[in-house]
């Protein structure tokens, strides 16, 4: 082949070579800017979400107090303890020195050792310690076992209006006034990162879980924490001494339809919420209804003057107890029934008869729309979850025996709420006042965002009605009246008793034993300050409200306006009854740090544990109630001396005595929640003190006189 051709082709193929590599590199070229430039950013992300994993710091939630600042719930940082089994050397060992610190039994100390030998970089050991055991674990300084903070939520007062203020958990609210003012209490979200290996195990990175969330703000409720206790204490007892299913007492202020208390028995601790049944968390107040019987005379009676269909002064014929409408006899409780009484004296002994002739009168119409203006039949609208409206029938719905019936209360169901309202605007002169239950809500930095005004809602009946009744209502509480048992020496009691059958779902109609018994009312009858109501449900020792419920009315209301500084005319006002005589309130407002400091140090006894028992000592017993340190020095065979009434504030032999040296535990009380208090001894018993096995041993131990 010629030189020129071999040359020609030769220049042909580098031609062609060159190319291909111009092109390959452009290629290369274009590609590197497409990932370097143009794709950046995405390229960026995708690598970021392969090896970092976004961790949610649980935020800090607001507190929320009393109408005083009593802390009722709050939130502090906690130490959680992780550890990195590739950083530890000895995983048998660590693992038994972690048991032994943190008080696992051999199954969960089995588990430990079976997290702490397995191939992941990270796994959780314990999550929110109480500041003891964390303290204890941090003086084993083991390797491969680090710490974090997280959030934890606090209740200084257990079981203080634990209906009301529910409980949270995983930073959101689940129940009560943490579920409906989750948006307020929740703090401020912040992000943090963490390195996650090739088998998406979470691996912390240096200085992560070491950030705090913000504070969320705060919410002020209108209860007072002393009213708070003095209403479950005797509700408490009332439930027990009955013998009754449960209960629940209310009470508020007529003049501004704040709420100072509201009780419900079985009540919960909130700090180990998930240890009770989950009916113990329903606030019944404002979910349960029920028929109301007797007590709802009072606002027929109050339709009945407001409508002018009868005279105070005249008689009716009250049919001798028994009284037939249609096929059907309606009968009253009093043996022997009533001749001619007139409307005060109807009310004063619960005619059924008197009352079913006045709603006679009224009529369909008139009677419900006067019980609908007392709120009957719809929601109160306070701020509270879970509030039902219960049952008011059409009026067109009733027939002559119902229309009878509803008079005296059956046929219509309301909640305990409803009608201590509807009481209240009789003791407010006729006006009718929405309920309240949160007074403001402030911001992470204690700053006023909102504040809850009383909200007047229209007038029911006239103010001259309003004080005809309130003088009926008084009688009631006199001698010859059905609800003698509650009135206080000194005061004009305003009130009613009530005894309802309940219905029976089962074999329909109404239950031939079960009941239930109330008794509301407000003191002073002619400057109301407080109005209190009592249900109890199913009591077995009597079926009547004014047996059973007027007592504890008596009791509560007593208390609570010597603690508001309301005494009977001639006495010597003073500014509030000392401390002595009382129960001290959880905290001051100013004592909120102090409050945060003790709850931190003392968390393991404010969730009512005792782990030192396991360990053959005496648990510490401060700050527990006398039914819980009672309950756990029974269960320890010990013997019980008890001085003074509340909660625990000291015992001898100490905490921490070795229970094999110890035969009797010498215990004194005072009244106070959750936090020391000054030494308070009282002669009034307030407290609900199972003490009769305690008496009877010593009874056994003294020589017969």
């Known amino acids: ?418 009608i201590i309202t509807g009481l209240c605007s009789i003791a407010n002169g006729g006006v009718w006042m929405r309920p309240l239950i949160v007074k403001e809500i402030r911001g992470p930095t204690n700053e006023q965002i909102q504040q809850f005004n009383p909200e007047p809602a229209g007038r029911v009946i006239e103010p001259e009605v309003a004080r005809e009744i309130t003088r009926m209502l008084v009688r009631v509480t006199e001698p010859g009246g059905t609800g003698t048992a509650a009135s206080i020496p000194g005061f004009k009691v305003a009130g009613k008793t009530g005894t309802a059958q309940k219905v029976d779902p089962i074999a329909g109609g109404y239950s031939a034993d079960k009941r239930v018994a109330s008794f509301m009312g407000f003191v002073p009858a002619e400057q109301p300050r407080i109005a209190v109501l009592v249900v109890i449900d199913e009591p077995t020792q009597s079926p009547y409200g004014g047996v059973v419920a007027a007592p504890a009315f008596a009791r509560i209301a007593d208390a609570c306006l010597r603690y508001l500084g309301v005494f009977p005319e001639g006495v010597v006002a003073q500014s509030k009854t000392p401390a002595s005589e009382l129960p001290s309130k959880s905290l001051k407002s100013a004592d909120l740090a102090a409050a945060e400091a003790f709850v931190e140090s003392n968390a393991d006894q404010i969730d009512g544990s005792a782990s030192d028992a396991a360990d053959g000592r005496l648990p510490d017993l401060r700050g527990l109630s006398v039914r819980q340190a009672v309950g756990q020095l029974s269960a320890l065979g010990l013997e019980v001396e008890l001085t003074g009434t509340g909660r625990v504030v000291h015992h001898q032999p100490g905490p921490g005595s070795l229970l094999n040296k110890v035969s009797t535990v010498f215990i004194t009380m005072e009244k106070c929640r959750g936090v020391p208090c000054p030494g308070i001894q009282n002669g009034t018993e307030l407290a609900v003190i199972d003490q009769r096995k305690i008496d009877r041993r010593k009874k056994q131990e003294k020589p017969h006189e």
């Not at 409906?180 to 703090?187: A, S």
């Not at 009072?298 to 003057?305: G, S």
Request: contains cysteine.
């Open 1 to 418: 082949m010629p030189d020129w051709k071999h040359t020609r082709w030769m220049k042909i193929r580098l031609l062609a070579a060159v190319t291909v590599l111009v092109i390959c590199s452009g290629f290369v070229l274009y590609r590197i800017w497409t990932l370097q430039v143009k794709q950046s950013d995405w390229l960026r992300e995708l690598s970021r979400a392969q090896y970092l994993k976004d961790i949610t710091l649980e935020p800090m939630r607001g507190p929320i107090v009393d109408r005083n600042g009593a802390p009722l719930a709050v939130s502090l940082m906690t130490d959680s303890i992780f550890a990195m089994p590739t950083e530890i050397n000895d995983h048998r060992s660590t693992a038994k020195k972690l048991a032994e610190v943190l008080g696992l039994d051999r199954k969960r100390a089995d588990r430990l050792v079976a997290k702490l030998t397995n191939r992941k970089h990270f796994t959780w050991i314990k999550r929110r310690l109480p500041q003891k055991e964390a303290q204890r674990v941090r003086a084993l300084n083991l390797d491969g076992v680090h710490f974090t903070r997280e959030s934890r939520r606090f209740y200084p007062a257990r079981e203080l209006a634990g209906s009301v203020i529910g409980f949270a958990g995983d930073g959101r609210g689940l129940e009560g006034i943490e579920l409906l003012f989750d948006g307020q209490l929740k703090g401020s979200t912040i992000m943090a990162q963490g390195l996650r290996d090739a088998h998406n195990n979470l691996l912390y990175a240096d200085g992560v879980g070491h950030q705090e969330s913000g504070y969320g703000g705060g919410v002020v409720l209108t209860i007072d924490g002393t009213i708070q206790e003095i209403a479950e204490t005797e509700l408490e007892r009332t439930v027990i001494s009955m013998s009754a299913k449960s209960g629940t007492v209310i009470v508020m202020e007529p003049a501004t339809g704040e709420i100072l208390a509201i009780a419900n028995s079985p009540n919960f601790n909130p700090n180990t919420f998930w240890k009770f049944k989950a009916s113990s968390f329903r606030n019944r107040a404002v979910t349960d209804c029920y028929e109301p019987g007797s007590t709802l005379k009072m606002f027929t009676m109050a339709a009945a003057l407001q409508a002018k269909v009868i005279e105070l002064s005249e008689k009716i014929d009250c049919q001798r107890g028994s009284l037939r409408i249609g096929t059907n006899t309606i009968h009253d409780s009093h043996r022997g029934g009533f001749a001619l009484l007139t409307p005060g004296e109807i009310l004063m002994n619960s005619s059924n008869i008197g009352i079913a002739i006045i709603g006679a009168r009224l009529g369909r119409q008139k009677l419900h729309s006067s019980l609908s203006r007392f709120g009957f039949g719809r929601k109160t609208g306070v701020d509270l979850p879970g509030e039902t409206r219960c049952k008011l029938r059409p009026a067109q719905s009733w027939s002559e025996v119902g229309l009878a019936t509803i008079s005296f209360g059956q046929g219509i169901s309301v909640t305990p709420l409803q």
